[in-house]
């Protein structure tokens, strides 16, 4: 559900709050349209847990250099309580075979991430069955050829982990607050107390690095070894940075409009690209940029279209789908990208190690969202094969070899 859907809709706010409101503000900040499925009712798979098992050296070798580039993507097909890993190689013919199996609550959302140098993917996905889905899903470890392992639940539904460069992993997880009374105001909506927490990969041990109070707490990124957060709360919402070592925390934006999305770091830059909606024009929503030493806010675009998927292009420029869902475009860059694979919303979801590739989504209402790469310095585009009819999320890229 978009920011925009939520906004208009004519639910009040409180039942739109039961059905989670950290998965209406979360499926806004993705950006993309996917086919509307059925939400299913099987119950979660057992989870067995990591212990203190570390990961084995296989599994965390470096990938092969010399391998030609692929991308790691998930695929999970309607309805089903499964999704499979699969290593895509960029212009190939056909994805590689399913290398793993996670099974999850029927039609979950899945989302996931490569670990840097490594095989290993993060997941997260829904397990707990419950009509409240704000903190229904978990995290886990996939490793080809191996079972997928549960590291911890409770993680905030239709979220993504972040994974650093240095490999560290982080997760927005909470614990519902209390419904708010039928005499309050009807606008008002339940308060949770969330927390971002950093989660060892080998042996599931979770240690919690910033709490907040309020309606959603958000990865935005990673930034010069800090995290940087967008936080909902009550009466505002903000942008901070924080120290996942010492917890200190320092405020970028103290106060933006509660609709922002969309978000990544111009590294080179220092500086952080979103979508929001504009301070006083309900119609209009923008693409900003704020300098994340400074906390200098500059205004890149603004249009009346609400699926602008905004994202900063490597080496510069900005990557955006102007008004209309007419397809990528591409300014303040060498490459010369229009509208690739055609109307739609292009939606940009990983960058290769060394940012000579990015991968995206191209999606249409009640279609399933396509991948594809756009080499950075060109702007030549590969297709990224995929199984066909499910719904594909995208890890990130990684050299590893296709499996026979």
């Given amino acids: 559900m978009r920011l925009s859907s939520y906004a208009r809709s004519p639910l009040t706010r409180r ?14 900040l993705t950006g993309t349209m996917t086919a509307v499925l059925a939400d299913g009712d099987a119950p979660a798979p057992a ?22 580039l692929s991308v790691a993507i998930l695929a999970t097909p309607p309805g089903a309580a499964r999704t499979t890993l699969h290593i895509a190689p960029i212009g190939g013919a056909k994805a590689g075979p399913a290398l793993a199996t996670l099974r999850h609550l029927s039609d979950a959302v899945v989302r996931a991430r490569v670990v840097p140098r490594t095989r290993l993917v993060v997941a997260t996905a829904e397990t707990s069955p419950s009509s409240d889905r704000s903190f ?10 191996a079972e997928p392992v549960a590291l911890c639940d409770g993680v905030v539904h239709a979220s993504r982990p972040l994974v650093t460069a240095e490999g560290r992993v982080f997760v927005s997880r909470g614990v519902a607050g209390p419904e708010p009374q039928p ?16 989660v060892d990969l080998a042996t599931g041990a979770i240690r919690t690095v910033h709490r907040h109070t309020g309606h959603l707490a958000f990865l935005a990124g990673a930034w010069n070894g800090e995290l940087v957060l967008y936080r909902v709360s009550p009466a505002s919402a903000d942008i901070v940075l924080v120290d996942p070592d010492s917890g200190a925390t320092r405020a970028i934006a103290p106060s ?15 500086a952080l690209v979103f979508q929001e909606r504009h301070e006083t024009d309900p119609g209009m929503w923008v693409i900003d940029r704020i300098d994340l ?6 205004r890149l675009e603004a249009s009346a279209s609400h699926g602008l ?14 008004e209309r869902a007419t397809g990528l475009f591409v300014v303040g860059a060498r490459a010369t990208v229009r509208s690739p694979l055609g109307p739609g919303i292009d939606a940009i979801q990983a ?47 990684t050299a590893a070899k296709e499996e026979p």
Avoid at 15 to 28: D, E, T, V, Y
Avoid at 49 to 58: D, E, I, K, M, N
Avoid at 183 to 198: F, K, M
């Fill in 15 to 28: 039942r739109l709050h039961r059905i989670a409101l950290p998965c209406a503000l979360l499926a806004a």
């Fill in 47 to 68: 989870i067995s847990r990591v212990g203190r098992l570390l990961v084995p050296t296989a599994v965390a070798a470096p990938a092969d250099p010399s391998a030609p």
């Fill in 136 to 145: 229904n899903a978990s995290l886990f470890r996939i490793q080809p050829g």
């Fill in 183 to 198: 005499d309050n105001d009807p606008a008002q909506l339940r308060v949770d107390a969330l927390t971002i927490d950093e």
């Fill in 256 to 270: 933006i409009p509660p609709f922002a999305r969309d978000f990544s770091i111009d590294a080179a830059a220092g």
């Fill in 293 to 298: 030493a400074r906390g200098k806010r500059t």
């Fill in 309 to 322: 998927a905004p994202y900063a292009w490597p080496g510069g420029g900005l990557a955006y789908t102007p």
């Fill in 351 to 397: 960058v290769s190690q060394d940012a000579a590739w990015v991968a995206a989504l191209h999606t249409n209402p009640s279609a399933f969202a396509v991948p594809f790469a756009i080499r950075v310095e060109s702007g030549e585009v590969a297709a990224i094969p995929a199984p066909p009819g499910a719904r594909i999320a995208v890890a990130g890229f």
